[in-house]
C-alpha cells in the first residue's frame, strides 16, 4: 500500500472530525447553562458569543479582504440604538434586531463609500476618525438621551436564559456565514484583494464593490449583536456602545485568535470574552494600554495567532513522527 492511499482514510476522518465539530460545540453549549446554573457564568457565556460574533464579523473584512477598520464601535451602537428605539416603540425584539442589523448595514455604505476610496493606514484613521465623530454626535442628541444614556423598558419577565440562546444562535448564524463565506468565490475574490487589489482586478474582480458587501454583511453582524446586548442590559450610552475601547476590542479577537480563518476569531472571541472582564476589573486605568501591547506582541511573535501556533505545533509534531 502506498503512502499516499494509506493518508486518505486518515484525512476522510479529519474532515469528518472538522464537519462535525461545530455541531458538537454548538450541542454543548446549548446544554451548558443547564448543567451550570450560574447566573453569573451564563452571563459570562452571553458576553462571549456576542464578542465572538463580533469578532467573526470584523474577520470577513480585515482577515478575508485584508482591510483594517478601526469603526466597528459605529455599528455595534447604531444596532444598540436602534433595537433600544424600537422596543421603546412597542417593536417585538427579534424585528428590532434585525432593523438593528439593517440599520447597520446601512451606516456601512454611508462609511465605506467615501472611506473605500482610500488604501492602507488612509483607511484605518479614516474609520477612527468616523467613530469619534459619530460617539461625539450621539452624546449630543437629546432624543437618544445624549451622554446621560437610554433605557430600554421591556414590560415583561427578565428571562436570562431566553437572552443566552439569542446570542448563542446569533454566534452560531455568523459562524455559518464565515464558513461559507471562506468556501465560496466570494470569499476567494476577498482573499485575492488581500493578496494584490490591483491583481485581483485584472482577474475580474472588483475590490471596490466586493469590499463594500463585506462591509455591510459584518456590520449587520455587528449591529445585530449590538441589538442583542442593549435587550439584555437594558441601558447604553454612547461612552459604551460608540466607545473607541469597542472598536479595539472587536479588532483584537481576531488578532488574538488568527486573522483570515474561520476558526480563528471563535477562538479569539472565547479567549477574549473570558478573560475581558477580569483584566478591565484588575486594570481599570490600563487596560486599553495592555491592549495594545498584546496586539503588538502577537504581530510581532505569532502573526498567525492562536490558531498559528498550533497549526505549528501539529506540523512539528507530524515532522518528529
Known amino acids: 500500500m502506498s503512502a499516499t492511499s494509506a493518508t486518505l482514510p486518515a484525512r476522510r476522518m479529519?474532515?469528518?472530525?472538522?464537519?462535525?465539530?461545530?455541531w458538537i460545540l454548538l450541542a454543548i453549549l446549548a446544554i451548558l447553562p443547564l448543567l451550570v446554573p450560574s447566573p453569573n457564568f451564563t452571563r459570562l457565556l452571553f458576553m462571549t458569543f456576542l464578542w465572538t460574533t463580533?469578532?467573526?464579523?470584523?474577520?470577513?473584512?480585515?482577515?478575508?479582504?485584508?482591510?483594517?477598520?478601526?469603526?466597528?464601535a459605529v455599528f455595534y451602537g447604531a444596532g444598540a440604538y436602534t433595537t433600544a428605539l424600537l422596543m421603546n416603540a412597542g417593536v417585538n425584539p427579534l424585528f428590532a434586531f434585525l432593523a438593528a442589523?439593517?440599520?447597520?448595514?446601512?451606516?456601512?455604505l454611508i462609511v465605506g463609500l467615501p472611506a473605500f476610496r482610500l488604501r492602507g493606514p488612509y483607511f484605518a484613521i479614516a474609520t477612527i476618525g468616523i467613530s469619534e465623530a459619530v460617539r461625539v454626535v450621539m452624546t449630543n442628541l437629546s432624543f437618544t438621551g445624549g451622554a446621560s444614556g437610554y433605557r430600554i423598558l421591556e414590560h415583561r419577565p427578565f428571562r436570562q436564559l431566553e437572552h443566552y440562546y439569542t446570542a448563542l444562535l446569533l454566534a452560531a448564524i455568523a459562524f455559518a456565514i464565515s464558513w461559507k463565506i471562506a468556501h465560496s468565490k466570494f470569499g476567494l475574490g476577498l482573499k485575492a484583494i488581500r493578496q494584490d487589489e490591483d491583481a485581483a482586478a485584472d482577474l475580474g474582480v472588483n475590490p471596490y464593490t466586493y469590499k463594500l458587501a463585506a462591509h455591510a454583511l459584518a456590520a449587520a453582524l455587528t449591529g445585530m449583536a449590538g441589538g442583542v446586548f442593549a435587550r439584555y442590559a437594558a441601558f447604553i450610552h454612547p461612552g459604551g456602545v460608540f466607545g473607541f475601547h469597542t472598536s479595539v476590542h472587536i479588532l483584537l479577537m481576531p488578532v488574538i485568535g488568527g486573522i483570515g480563518t474561520?476558526?480563528?476569531?471563535?477562538?479569539?472571541?472565547f479567549v477574549f470574552g473570558i478573560v475581558e472582564e477580569e483584566i478591565v476589573a484588575s486594570f481599570p486605568e490600563i487596560h486599553l494600554l495592555l491592549y495594545g501591547l498584546l496586539l503588538i506582541v502577537i504581530i510581532l511573535f505569532e502573526p498567525g495567532g492562536i490558531l498559528g501556533g498550533l497549526r505549528k505545533l501539529v506540523r512539528r509534531f507530524r515532522d518528529h513522527r
Open 14 to 22: 479529519a474532515g469528518w472530525a472538522m464537519t462535525a465539530l461545530p
Open 101 to 108: 442589523g439593517l440599520t447597520a448595514a446601512l451606516v456601512s
Open 262 to 269: 474561520v476558526w480563528g476569531p471563535v477562538l479569539g472571541g
Open 54 to 72: 463580533t469578532s467573526i464579523a470584523w474577520n470577513l473584512l480585515g482577515g478575508f479582504a485584508g482591510q483594517v477598520s478601526f469603526g466597528f
